[in-house]
């Protein structure tokens, strides 16, 4: 018999907790012989949405209602509705007792350790965690609180914790409604929301430093501060014209982009032949999706290797040993800044990476200078991602940490699989 599993999710939301939300329902949708699939869809921030004339969005429209009317009718029958499973895709502060078995799917952390809320509400709540990285599995698995006033010791999560990455994705690149007057042939890309995290001030200002003199170099900054609005533009293009200010005689460039791009947008920005590498110097990662866009689209990456995106930046050399192969920039493992913390989610005591500045003036010079070097780096890890990042079995990963093994042979489904063959 079908389980019924209620996904408690951001999936209409353009945001990473989408993007997420969407990858669970894919995986969950790879098999409809287990799941019979209810969506109750959540906000999350003031984030825009996908667009609605996909088959995807109606797929999702429709299934939405289906649980709207399935909520009614056992409403007006006087009974509670039941599912079998919840799949809860958001942060641990808002896990709730939905079904028999409720599994919380959860980004994780980009720091060194979870809130105790985070615990409490694991322990007390929710069946096993799922999240997208090794670093996010280790953050929630070792974090511990003594709190002797309390007659606690060791307080940490006991709750089994998984994690699973995202897959690749086979994007044809079209640049339709993208006008981009490039007056530049090495031109660096960075993707992120203009937040205390994403060190997006240092990315800019050093990049001006480094590059001021450098006419043909530019930097492609796609980037927002709230959401996708006609205001929130106006805003975003403020606080960069200051930031700016200081380097009146630049020569190099620089492009803001700001509004919802496609994946087929992104993808041609990632495949642009002026592209010379992406940028992400933030102080931590759940993951990292825009670095592992660029990657697997064969784009060169300046970063640092800390966080989440060690899970696909690496690639192992002969003696086995994984290397990463980016153009590295140096960091501390410092506190977080206090205009990041973020009460019962980042903690004040908590830590994450600081870039240094000497470090990633050099990581993005050598970039132009080691051109050839850098490109063959980037070829070697996208042909790995491309082997070890598959979609079909990622997705069967994710549904074998959803149904118990005997319910659930991966290598007899995959076997039975009819699926396209990626180059």
């Not at 001021?212 to 927002?224: A, F, I, P, R, S």
């Not at 050099?362 to 780096?377: L, M, P, S, T, W």
Request: aromatic share 10%.
């Amino acid at each position: 018999m079908k389980k019924r599993i209620l996904v408690k999710a951001p999936a209409l939301s353009r945001s990473g907790y989408g993007e997420q939300a969407r990858f669970a329902i894919r995986a969950l949708q790879s098999r409809t012989d287990i799941f019979d699939i209810y969506l109750l869809n959540i906000a999350w921030g003031k984030t825009g949405m996908i667009p609605a004339n996909t088959p995807e969005r109606e797929w999702l429209d429709s299934t939405i209602l289906k649980t709207t009317q399935y909520i009614q009718t056992c409403q007006q029958q006087g009974q509670p509705p039941a599912f079998d499973l919840s799949l809860q895709v958001t942060i641990p502060n808002e896990f709730e007792k939905i079904a028999v078995t409720d599994i919380g799917y959860t980004a994780g952390i980009e720091t060194t350790k979870i809130a105790p809320h985070w615990i409490e509400k694991i322990n007390g709540v929710v069946d096993k965690v799922i999240t997208i990285s090794g670093h996010s599995k280790r953050v929630i698995e070792q974090t511990s609180y003594d709190f002797p006033e309390q007659g606690l010791e060791n307080f940490r999560v006991n709750k089994p914790v998984e994690y699973v990455n995202y897959p690749y994705k086979t994007t044809e690149p079209d640049p339709d409604g993208l006008d981009i007057p490039f007056e530049t042939t090495k031109n660096f890309l960075c993707i992120s929301q203009w937040g205390p995290r994403k060190n997006i001030e240092n990315t800019v200002r050093w990049f001006l430093d480094e590059f001021h003199d450098d006419e043909d170099v530019g930097l492609v900054l796609k980037t927002n501060t709230a959401n996708e609005s006609i205001l929130d533009r106006t805003l975003t293009s403020k606080r960069l014209t200051r930031l700016i200010s200081d380097f009146p005689d630049k020569k190099c460039k620089l492009y803001l982009l700001h509004g919802g791009l496609s994946e087929e947008q992104l993808t041609w920005l990632y495949q642009h032949p002026s592209m010379v590498a992406l940028i992400n110097i933030g102080h931590g990662e759940g993951f990292g999706l825009p670095l592992f866009e660029a990657a697997y689209n064969g784009l060169p990456l300046v970063t640092v290797t800390w966080s989440g995106q060690m899970d696909f930046i690496c690639t192992p050399n002969k003696k086995g040993k994984q290397v990463p192969r980016v153009s590295r920039v140096d960091y501390d493992i410092k506190n977080v800044q206090p205009e990041a913390h973020w009460e019962g989610v980042v903690q004040p005591d908590s830590m994450w990476a600081f870039a240094k500045k000497a470090s990633y003036k050099r990581a993005v010079r050598d970039i132009v200078k080691k051109k050839v070097h850098f490109k063959n780096q980037a070829k070697s890890l996208r042909n790995h991602i491309l082997k070890n990042f598959k979609e079909e079995d990622k997705y069967a990963e994710f549904v074998s940490h959803l149904v118990n093994e005997e319910e659930f042979n991966v290598e007899s489904w995959l076997d039975g699989l009819d699926l396209e063959v990626h180059d």
